[in-house]
Structures are given as structure tokens and as C-alpha cells.
């Protein structure tokens, strides 16, 4: 790699030998052996969290947070915000490993349960209570720990139990909302459609009423935990004439992945979140009984409900992925040597590291005051929106600024930026495109609807 090769020898700490239970790239760990039987180091150049911080200055030091702005954190927020960190001992020797073969560790969600991590904010009976704000510090850091970790408290959290604790019967809460927090049992949430994403009021499946059952036919795609788990919260448009008002509208159900006419295919050649599966469902004359709808889904209005309350989530990932990225930049500038001296002495890497910083800052500002907007219960609409295409867009930019800082490194999985940059892509998407959660701001400043 010329003049831009990177290759470890700047003495960094904490991965600079091989972690135990690490799997590299070449399935042995600290070394790969090329075709010559020469040896090639593998070693990475950036420093791995310490798993046992417990402080906010351990936990966000000074440099990542230049305003201060949680170094205030106590309590249980700072107890959720440190387990969540705790994670990153058992997850990072072995997560490139899991996202270079595309494999999902699907017991991490039940890691997640025993920590209680999962229930997203929401009051789920025998759980823990997360603030606004230490829901979005979990957020953060199992995000800045991993993406596709940071996604499945989405999937199982943020979509599935909440659908179920804010539209579903009590029996159904009482059947469901344990299991998923504790992670025993794993949840999809299936909205998205082959012909129907950022317009998926328009979906395209349907529920038949006949006789005591519910009848399923319809495709779904991207859905996280859609294949090999226990439970899809199906959104589909209800066929029941009897009912006036339910009739033509969206509706959610519960319905078991064991069950005939339920077919699902993994998706592959993902280039971003490979360490968590998403599935194209086909549903075929699936039949669920009649108790099995969420009574309180009673129009797309209902559903919004749900996809509202995850977008700030999605803003506090990308603070996540974004603080990690900075991070690497920062330690990998100031260990790095090159022409006798640390790049961090040139001064175009000190504008660079400050402009990361500038765009870094206004992230956390963005997330704290949707934290604070959402204790109050004033929190809108479209300011998630708002945080929610602000913080992606400026995690992309972080990300593609460390990744070049890190030189020949920044592309190598084991330093991490790179994984980061890559999952992304999948954040900057989901949850609202970047253009529809724009198109909701505009609504709300003009007062005119510009979606069609």
C-alpha cells in the first residue's frame, strides 16, 4: 500500500496482540499465511472499549464530548448506559468473524434480555423502566459496540414488543411481553413489501376474515427475525365487511412462523448489517385465529404510532456508529507515525479531527434534546424526523472521513470503521428513507403535503 499503508505498528493498545476467542479473517487468530508460508500480521490498530467503564468520563471521555453533555449521567441511566457497554468484551473479539460470513448470533438477544436492554423505553411488568435518555444511551453504545447488536433491540424492542405493549389485548401482553424481554423468544415486525417501502400505507397484503380465523396472503421483505424465529407482527389490510369500519384498513397480527403457508428466505449479499438476518416472507392462506389481531391497530395511523417511536432510536444509533468512527480516528492519528512524527501533528488531521467533532457535537445535541422533548411528552413527529435524517447523514460523513484518516487500515474489519461505514447504509434507509423523513419536516413547516 505505498505511501498509505497502515499496517500496526503505531504500539496502540488493547488489540494489539490476539484477543482470546478472536477469529480473524483467516480463521487464526493474530496470523493469516499466505500462499508462500510467509506470515502476514494481523493486527489491529485501534483500541477495543474497556468493557468495565462505569463512569461518564470512562464511558464518553472529554474528547468525544466536548459539551459535557452527559458527563451528568446517573442513576439508572448511567447503570443501563454501562451494561450496555459491558457487552463489548463478549461481542467485539468475535464480531468481524460473524459479519464476514454473514451469520446471525441470535443468541446475543437473549444476552440482551438477561441485561434487560430490551424492552426500548416501554413498560413491560418485571422489567426495568428506561428514561428516554437511557433508552438512547443503550442506543448509542450497543451501536457503537455494533450495528446489527444496536438492531436487534430495534427489531425485537423497538418494533415487535412495542406494537404488542401499545396496541395489543392484555392476554397478548401478558402471552408476549416477558418472552421478548427477556430474549427467550425472538419477534418480527413485517410492514415492508417487495412493491411497498416508503409507501407502505399502500401495502399490499391482506387479511380475509372467514368464519373464526384470520387468513394471511401477501409477501414481506427485510424483515429482521422474519426466518427461523417464533413470532412476525404482520401488518396487512383487513378484508371483513361485516366490520365497517376495520374494513380496507391496516391492521396488525400475530402470527406464529411454525405455521403452514408461512415461508421464509434469508436474505444474502447484504453489504451492510451481515451479523443480523432479514427475511422475504411469502404468506400463503396463513390462518391465525381471531384473537390473534392487535385490537388497538385499527389504521396505518396506528401503525405510525410504532415507526414514530423508533426514529429517535435510529438518531442515537447513528451517534453510536458515528462516536465509534471518531474514535478510531482520533486514537489511530495520534499513535500513528509517519515521517518521524504522529499524524495528529499535521495540521490538515487536526482540522479534519475537529470538523468530526463539529458534526459529532450537533448529533449528541440533536439526541438530547429528543430525549428531553420525549420526558416531557411534547416530542413531535417530525422533529424525530429531523434527528433521525440529520444524525445519518452526518454519521455517513464521519464514517468516510475516519475511514480515510485510518488510511490502508480503515478498510480492515478488525479496526472496525469500516463495518460501521458499512452499516450505515442500512440506518440511513430504514426506518424512512432519508427522503420521507424529510418530506415530514417539510409537511410540517409549509403545511402542504408533498409526498405524491
Not at 11 to 35: M, T
Not at 95 to 101: A, H, K, S
Not at 151 to 157: D, F, H, K, L
Not at 382 to 390: D, N, W
Request: proline share 4%; charged share 20%.
Amino acid at each position: 500500500m505505498t505511501s498509505n499503508d497502515t499496517s500496526a505498528d503505531s504500539g496502540s493498545s488493547g488489540w494489539g496482540a490476539p484477543v482470546p476467542g478472536h477469529i480473524s479473517l483467516g480463521g487464526n487468530p493474530g496470523a493469516d499465511e499466505d500462499r508462500r508460508g510467509s506470515v502476514v500480521t494481523d493486527r489491529a490498530v485501534v483500541s477495543a472499549p474497556d468493557a468495565a467503564a462505569a463512569t461518564p468520563a470512562e464511558l464518553l471521555p472529554a474528547a468525544a464530548d466536548h459539551y459535557g453533555l452527559f458527563q451528568d449521567v446517573a442513576g439508572e441511566d448511567l447503570r443501563a448506559w454501562a451494561d450496555a457497554r459491558s457487552l463489548a468484551s463478549e461481542i467485539l473479539p468475535r464480531i468481524n468473524d460473524w459479519w464476514d460470513r454473514g451469520e446471525y448470533p441470535i443468541e446475543l438477544i437473549a444476552r440482551l434480555g438477561e441485561l434487560d436492554l430490551l424492552t426500548d423505553g416501554l413498560e413491560v411488568p418485571g422489567h426495568r423502566v428506561l428514561s428516554p435518555l437511557a433508552t438512547g444511551l443503550v442506543n448509542m453504545e450497543l451501536s457503537r459496540i455494533d450495528g446489527s447488536v444496536g438492531t436487534m433491540v430495534g427489531v425485537q424492542g423497538g418494533l415487535a414488543l412495542r406494537s404488542i405493549m401499545l396496541l395489543g389485548s392484555e392476554e397478548q401482553k401478558e402471552r408476549w411481553g416477558d418472552s421478548l424481554a427477556r430474549g427467550t423468544e425472538h419477534a418480527a415486525f413485517a410492514l415492508t413489501e417487495p412493491d411497498h417501502g416508503s409507501d407502505s400505507v399502500s401495502l399490499e397484503t391482506v387479511a380475509r376474515r372467514d368464519g373464526d380465523s384470520w387468513v394471511l396472503s401477501g409477501e414481506k421483505r427485510w424483515i429482521g427475525n422474519g426466518a427461523g424465529c417464533h413470532l412476525s407482527v404482520v401488518w396487512a389490510r383487513v378484508d371483513d365487511p361485516s366490520d365497517e369500519q376495520l374494513n380496507g384498513q391496516v391492521s396488525g397480527f400475530l402470527v406464529d412462523q411454525s405455521l403452514p403457508g408461512y415461508k421464509a428466505e434469508v436474505i444474502r449479499g447484504k453489504v451492510a448489517l451481515r451479523a443480523i438476518h432479514q427475511a422475504h416472507i411469502t404468506l400463503t392462506d396463513v390462518r391465525i385465529p381471531l384473537d390473534q389481531r392487535l385490537p388497538g391497530a385499527r389504521s396505518f395511523k396506528d401503525t405510525s404510532r410504532v415507526l414514530f417511536a423508533t426514529r429517535a432510536g435510529v438518531a442515537w444509533g447513528a451517534l453510536g456508529h458515528a462516536t465509534a468512527c471518531y474514535e478510531a480516528a482520533l486514537e489511530h492519528a495520534t499513535t500513528r507515525i509517519q515521517f518521524g512524527r504522529p499524524l495528529a501533528k499535521a495540521q490538515h488531521v487536526q482540522v479534519r479531527l475537529a470538523d468530526m467533532l463539529q458534526t459529532l457535537t450537533s448529533m449528541q445535541l440533536h439526541c438530547w434534546r429528543l430525549a428531553d422533548l420525549e420526558a416531557a411528552g411534547t416530542i413531535r413527529p417530525e422533529q424525530a424526523s429531523l434527528a433521525k435524517v440529520h444524525n445519518t447523514r452526518a454519521a455517513r460523513e464521519i464514517a468516510a472521513n475516519a475511514r480515510d484518516l485510518l488510511g490502508g487500515s480503515g478498510i480492515l474489519l478488525e479496526n472496525r470503521v469500516v463495518r460501521h461505514r458499512s452499516d450505515l447504509e442500512a440506518l440511513h434507509t430504514y426506518e424512512g428513507t432519508d427522503t420521507m423523513q424529510s418530506l415530514i419536516v417539510g409537511r410540517a413547516i409549509t403545511g402542504v403535503s408533498a409526498f405524491a
